[in-house]
């Protein structure tokens, strides 16, 4: 059992991705997409902060260097403030369902980005597979419209927030890939640096996330948000599933098996949300639903 590690914790990653989609889906919609994440933001902090008290016996990663530094932070400006709202709104307008399957675009924008800033080598198995993924998304979102003409099922302005934030992830990861390089794993336990990672790219989330709330509506809704015990709760099982462990143990499942294998288990949240979605939101299941959730998914697997 202990060689399939890497394997069994993408698998737990994908269950926890699709508890997050679908709490974030209940969450943005009662306390609002930046109220969430400021909340989500802070209490992954504050459970990092008693993970490393527990682990390095200071509530603060120590021993990281300002290159990494740097490179996190910009990752969780990437990845967090501007890819989590993109993807908090798209969960608001289309569902959490339609959000998923989107972002099984993420491999796709982090093989172009890794292409453009590290010169990794584009196969053409990897075009195969872009093309097989967006099959995928196109039969699940594009329908008969009238005069039997080819349309959108799904609202223009959440597809581009679906598009954005799947984006955001795939660039997101590269930039976190560039900054866990410059970690020196001597210093902490080598599980550790995914969370000392993640701690780092949440500070610029946090921060990020409390400009743009300010900017947009004030702090009131911050405020009223702590009497609002449901949503509140929400929060908290939003933090535990996504940013801490979800995110956590996403990047420590590549230190224990292959890029290629992690992201494809961990890709199929598209396809474990489908009963979910429909026993908690009464989303319809059509064929059209399953048949392309599972070719982007096996558009994923031929990535890599």
């Not at 990663?61 to 403030?81: D, E, N, R």
């Not at 598009?163 to 795939?170: E, S």
């Not at 336990?189 to 990020?208: E, K, Q």
């Not at 290629?260 to 429909?278: E, F, Q, R």
Request: charge should be positive.
């Amino acid at each position: 059992m202990t060689h399939f590690i890497g394997e069994l914790i993408s698998l737990g990653v994908a269950f926890s991705w699709t508890a997050t989609a679908l709490l974030s889906e209940f969450g943005s919609k009662r306390l609002g997409n930046l109220t969430l994440n400021v909340w989500r933001m802070g209490l992954t902090l504050l459970f990092s902060m008693v993970l490393f008290v527990f682990v390095l016996g200071t509530p603060v990663p120590t021993g990281v260097s300002a290159t990494a530094c740097w490179w996190m932070l910009l990752s969780g400006l990437v990845g967090y403030a501007v890819g989590d709202y993109c993807l908090f709104q798209c969960y608001i307008i289309i569902g959490s369902r339609y959000g998923q399957l989107f972002m099984t675009l993420a491999p796709l924008a982090a093989a172009l980005t890794a292409w453009i800033t590290l010169g990794q080598q584009m196969a053409p198995m990897s075009i195969v597979a872009m093309l097989i993924t967006l099959l995928g998304i196109s039969i699940s979102v594009i329908g008969r419209g009238e005069k039997h003409t080819l349309s959108l099922k799904l609202p223009l302005r959440g597809v581009l927030f679906a598009i954005g934030a799947a984006v955001c992830q795939g660039v997101g990861l590269v930039i976190s890939k560039i900054g866990m390089d410059y970690y020196d794993a001597s210093l902490m336990p080598s599980w550790v640096v995914p969370f000392s990672a993640n701690f780092l790219r949440c500070i610029a989330g946090i921060v990020g996330f409390s400009v743009m709330l300010y900017l947009r509506e004030g702090f009131q809704p911050l405020r009223e948000s702590v009497h609002d015990s449901r949503g509140l709760l929400v929060a908290v099982a939003t933090t535990i599933f996504g940013p801490f462990v979800g995110v956590g143990f996403s990047l420590m499942a590549v230190q224990y098996t292959s890029a290629g294998v992690a992201s494809t288990l961990m890709a199929l949240t598209p396809i474990i949300i489908i009963l979910p979605s429909y026993w908690l939101f009464r989303q319809p299941i059509t064929w059209r639903t399953v048949l392309g959730a599972v070719i982007s998914v096996i558009g994923v697997s031929l990535f890599f």
